[in-house]
């Protein structure tokens, strides 16, 4: 059974930086898309940024110059770096993967973490 455990979330004043993990386990497939993903009080979830096995990243014009999504395939873990964080920022961030091939910026994940709560005060 696939699980996802992210870990690194917190709080941070506005400006600051954060860096989540999100470590598989109980596999030894790499997955073929990753992503992170947030959900705010009263919001829907939305995508944040994904990447591929390939490498191929994507981001929330949001995010755009502020977020980098990468991974450690030798370690199975995903990261998002979080940088020039703002209070809109706020949000439960969850790690998830999918091991079908196709579009990875997609909602229809197969797998998710618990999530990690991120807070971002003025």
């Known amino acids: 059974q696939v699980q996802l455990v992210e870990s690194g979330g917190g709080s941070v004043q506005a400006a600051g930086s954060l860096r989540l993990s999100c470590a598989a386990s109980?596999?030894?497939?790499?997955?073929?898309?990753m992503g992170w993903f947030r959900q705010a009080p009263g919001k829907e979830r939305e995508g944040v940024a994904t990447?591929?096995?390939?490498?191929?990243?994507t981001y929330a014009d949001s995010v755009k110059g502020r977020f980098t999504i990468s991974r450690d395939t030798a370690k199975n873990t995903l990261y998002l770096q979080m940088n020039s964080l703002k209070p809109e920022d706020t949000a439960v961030y969850y790690c998830?993967?999918?091991?079908?091939?196709?579009?990875?910026?997609?909602?229809?994940?197969?797998?998710w973490g618990q999530g990690t709560q991120v807070t971002v005060s003025s």
């Open positions: 109980g596999t030894a497939y790499i997955a073929y898309c």
């Open positions: 998830a993967a999918d091991w079908r091939v196709g579009s990875c910026y997609r909602p229809d994940y197969g797998y």
């Open positions: 990447i591929a096995r390939s490498g191929s990243t």
